[in-house]
């Protein structure tokens, strides 16, 4: 988020370690640097209504400082390398007194209308590094409570041997990622746990559908935290449903825009930081802020699918959340900050009992990479919004309880599904290219400072219907049950290595795709929601269909009729998965804790698609129990089925030659 904080790794010589964690004394000397600067925003806890739009103006001009910095340090490397004292003169100086100059600024706009904040101006002197000893000690995601899993945020400043080919911090703009940032995700272990749930929890899930971008809709601008400056986030989001939001976007802009879901009562605004490959090539944003020039570069990945869920809470019955309430989940500056707020959640279809915070997933043949964020579901029931945009919202307790009189609101469970490969990390991504989320330059494209962004503009009616269904313990909305489209996406391939079930079950750890963060235990109730029952390649189980005879009238054209055309106009169901996602859904359950996998209709039954199919071209062709197609109406089914009828008529025919032979001799 923004804060005026950050930590700027530049790739100043030809080869380095990656991370900070040399003594703040040296100097720079070694081929990556290091700008470390206090998070201002963090210690502005209680700013004035009036303040706020001058303080979020001000700091995010800190942040713009310290990108300039950045890059003043690449472009400075000859001259650093000449003159040791150059850093300090041409760079760190500058920096300290311009952050001096603006966080006097925000102490006199506070002062305006209310006390005078205290300490700022402590934080304005910054540090320089050397990262030669690949400790990752700033930042590095290594508090994460995630158990064994080689994931230790400790090694993220490592170069990871066998990667000779990649230099610096790697990554195509030389800002990361780097390969200790990867870790394949069968060599860890399920981690993830639901929450119990109490007699008076509410277990039902409302789901919304609104697309996966394919409207292309990005900009660099984050409304939340900074209102009215253009390239406030200094990385690229992708934006779902409102279709209004940037920087200068008023809420009656926001209520009065289009949207892409289905409901179009949804008029909410989701949005995230994109996904690239590091391939070499060149978006429109190659040479804009926010994008090449900040070293966020490569090629944008669409989303495969999308899902957004609304579920319950394990204890009590949720409230309704008030319109423009506004949720930011993660840090997107989490390598410098610490992970006090991080809640990056990543892992492969087919593996989602295993959730790394820190690193991202490697993923089996036929796999395919996932974030989910959870979002916070206790609301302080007055605010839209804070001063930090978190403390008027919260995560629940293990036990899904809201402390300091906080209200239980629906948690928002998003899930967003890639088709990517996993990179060849032995030369650097050069055969298959690395992939990393877009950040701030100076957080190094880390998985933990993934992060994600709501502001509800749902109706009043919808958001009542939506109370209502969770509360009753239905599932409902556009998408849920009979939708089909949300739900965890299976390979449609069998990975290298199966997860640890037997491949008669679907594959654990789909209940609750989301990260351990102590909240209403819930995703507890992620939708179990409908497992595309409409997709061609799933409407035939390749277990049921083989126990009927084949039909003689219609041996052949009994397909499982691919999907009616859809209505024209407004968006559909099949929106929420991009055209080329043809695989074989999940049940994507999410058990409560208590092992009901399948808490609504539909969920785990459709494709008791008892695993990914194995990659052939037949849903069922992989599960080991249809030897024959099934509705194919290929030549041998259908002679198989006529060639009675025809002996038949042979033998009809022989009788009446008989019998007019027969007849002839008798006259």
Not at 65 to 75: D, N, S, T
Not at 195 to 216: D, H, I, L, P, W
Not at 500 to 507: E, G, L, S, V
Request: with cysteine.
């Amino acid at each position: 988020m923004l804060g005026g904080g950050g930590l700027v790794a530049a790739n100043v010589y030809a080869s380095a370690t990656e991370d900070g964690g040399a003594d703040p004394a040296r100097t720079l000397s070694t081929p990556a640097g290091t700008i470390d600067c206090p998070d201002v925003g963090s210690e502005l806890t209680d700013v004035p209504d009036g303040a706020r739009e001058d303080v979020a103006k001000e700091l995010a001009l800190l942040d713009q400082q310290i990108a300039e910095a950045y890059q003043r340090l690449q472009e400075s490397a000859q001259a650093i390398q000449q003159d040791e004292g150059f850093a300090d003169s041409a760079i760190m100086n500058p920096l300290k007194d311009k952050r001096a100059a603006t966080i006097e600024r925000i102490a006199i706009a506070v002062d305006r209308v209310g006390d005078r904040p205290e300490g700022l101006d402590s934080l304005a002197s910054c540090t320089l590094r050397a990262a030669d000893n690949g400790t990752g000690e700033d930042g590095d995601g290594g508090d994460q409570e995630q158990g064994g899993d080689d994931q230790d945020g400790a090694d993220q400043g490592n170069q990871q041997p066998g990667n000779g080919d990649q230099e610096g911090n790697g990554g195509q703009a030389g800002n990361g990622p780097v390969a200790a940032d990867f870790v394949d995700i069968k060599s860890v272990q399920p981690n993830v746990a639901g929450a119990a749930q109490q007699k008076g929890a509410s277990r039902g899930t409302f789901a919304t559908s609104c697309g996966v971008n394919e409207n292309g809709l990005f900009n660099s601008d984050n409304v939340i935290v900074a209102p009215g400056v253009s390239n406030g986030a200094h990385h690229f989001h992708d934006y779902i449903g409102n279709q209004s939001n940037d920087a200068f976007a008023s809420d009656e802009d926001l209520a009065n825009a289009e949207t892409s879901c289905v409901d179009q009562g949804d008029k909410s605004t989701y949005y995230w930081p994109v996904i690239r490959l590091q391939n070499g090539s060149q978006e429109k944003d190659a040479n804009s802020p926010g994008g090449g020039i900040e070293g966020n570069a490569g090629e944008i990945v669409t989303p495969k699918e999308v899902t957004l869920d609304f579920v319950g809470n394990p204890r009590s019955k949720v409230t309704e959340m008030p319109r423009l309430l506004r949720i930011i989940t993660g840090d997107a500056k989490a390598f410098v900050n610490g992970t006090a707020n991080a809640n990056a959640s990543w892992s492969c279809t087919g593996f989602e009992d295993r959730q790394l915070k820190d690193k991202y997933p490697l993923c089996p043949q036929g796999s395919d990479v996932v974030r989910t964020f959870k979002f916070q579901s206790c609301w302080d029931g007055q605010n839209i919004d804070s001063a930090n945009h978190r403390t008027h919202v919260a995560f629940a307790a293990a036990d899904g309880s809201c402390a300091n009189g906080f209200k239980a609101i629906p948690q928002l469970v998003q899930r967003i599904v890639y088709d990517v490969d996993a990179p060849s990390l032995q030369d650097g991504g050069k055969t298959t290219p690395l992939f990393a989320v877009d950040s701030f330059p100076e957080q190094l494209h880390k998985p933990v400072t993934d992060h994600g962004d709501f502001i509800n503009v749902f109706s009043e009616d919808l958001m009542g219907e939506m109370v209502d269904c969770i509360n009753e313990g239905r599932k409902c909305g556009a998408g849920a049950g009979d939708g089909g489209e949300p739900g965890g996406e299976e390979p449609t391939e069998e990975p290298t290595e199966e997860p640890t079930q037997a491949p008669t079950t679907p594959p654990g750890g789909n209940d609750d795709p989301g990260n351990d963060k102590p909240e209403p235990g819930d995703g507890g109730d992620k939708p179990t929601d409908a497992p595309a029952t409409e997709d061609p390649a799933t409407d035939e189980p390749a277990t049921q269909e083989p126990t009927e005879k084949p039909a003689i009238e219609k041996p052949a054209t009994d397909e499982p009729a691919t999907e009616p055309a859809e209505e024209d106009g407004k968006p559909t169901l099949s929106s929420t998965v991009a055209p080329k996602a043809d695989g074989t859904p999940t049940a994507n359950e999410a058990d409560n804790g208590q092992g009901q996998g399948d808490d609504g209709a539909g969920s785990g039954s459709t494709p008791a698609q008892t695993q990914p199919a194995a990659g052939g071209d037949d849903s069922g062709a992989g599960s080991g129990t249809e030897p024959q197609a099934v509705g194919n109406g290929d030549l041998a089914e259908t002679g198989t089925s006529l060639w009675p009828a025809a002996a038949g008529a042979v033998l009809l025919m022989g009788g009446f030659l008989l019998l007019m032979r027969t007849r002839r001799r008798a006259e």
